[in-house]
Antibody, heavy 115, light 109 residues
Framework: EVRLVESGGGLIQPGGSLRLSCAASGFTFSSYWMHWVRQAPGKGLVWVSRINSDGSITTYADSVRGRFTISRDNAKNTLYLQMNSLRAEDTAVYYC????????WGQGTLVTVSS | QAVVTQEPSLTVSPGGTVTLTCGSSTGAVTSGHYPYWFQQKPGQAPRTLIYDTSKKHSWTPARFSGSLLGGKAALTLSGAQPEDEAEYYCFLSYSGPRVFGGGTKLTVL
């Protein structure tokens, strides 16, 4: 069974940091591009970042570039998102997803940035 | 950054056919944008229906199909079922960033 399980979300004050994790199982994680996507309450999906299979290529949305860092550990089948200098507008459910012929999604983890 | 446009809402009758479209502010959508389509129901994570314009996953119902139509990406639902009522998002690749459309709320009524 394929699973993507996000963790690490929670309530954080503006300016703070969080690291999200996405644990993958049931497919060859190390072969695929992975993405982070977020969804603010009641809003649409927004692409955040992507990373290639070996971690050598990363891309970011303008809104998070310089504050967020995507990475992966293929030995642990885990994707990460380090989020620094968090703002209220970063409040959202964060999903990890694999693209191409895989197309898997996690259930999401909620990040709330508020004082 | 490019803007990806979708119809805000559409309605289809049970058993009917409807086409959702996905346009780009940069011009015609081509296969080089590798269009994706996702379905999301309230309270659930998204589900990938279509990738690379028209490719389906094993879980994609046969009544859904993807194509390029009139300079846009298109998702056609033939034989709508009540369970197809959901929000549908398209997703396009550009040189670097990826961009979601704003979503189409599909009502089956």
């Amino acid at each position: 069974e394929v699973r993507l399980v996000e963790s690490g979300g929670g309530l954080i004050q503006p300016g703070g940091s969080l690291r999200l994790s996405c644990a993958a199982s049931g497919f060859t994680f190390s072969s695929y591009w992975m993405h982070w996507v977020r969804q603010a309450p009641g809003k649409g999906l927004v692409w955040v970042s992507r990373i290639n299979s070996d971690g050598s290529i990363t891309t970011y949305a303008d809104s998070v570039r310089g504050r967020f860092t995507i990475s992966r550990d293929n030995a642990k089948n885990t994707l990460y998102l380090q989020m620094n200098s968090l703002r209220a507008e970063d409040t959202a459910v964060y999903y990890c997803t694999s693209t191409g012929e895989t197309g898997y999604w996690g259930q999401g983890t909620l990040v709330t940035v508020s004082s | 950054q490019a803007v990806v446009t979708q119809e805000p809402s559409l309605t289809v009758s049970p058993g009917g056919t409807v086409t959702l479209t996905c346009g780009s502010s940069t011009g015609a959508v081509t296969s080089g944008h590798y269009p994706y389509w996702f379905q999301q129901k309230p309270g659930q994570a998204p589900r990938t229906l279509i990738y690379d314009t028209s490719k389906k996953h094993s879980w994609t119902p046969a009544r859904f199909s993807g194509s390029l139509l009139g300079g846009k990406a298109a998702l056609t639902l033939s034989g709508a079922q009540p369970e197809d009522e959901a929000e549908y998002y398209c997703f396009l690749s550009y040189s670097g960033p990826r961009v979601f459309g704003g979503g189409t709320k599909l009502t089956v009524l």
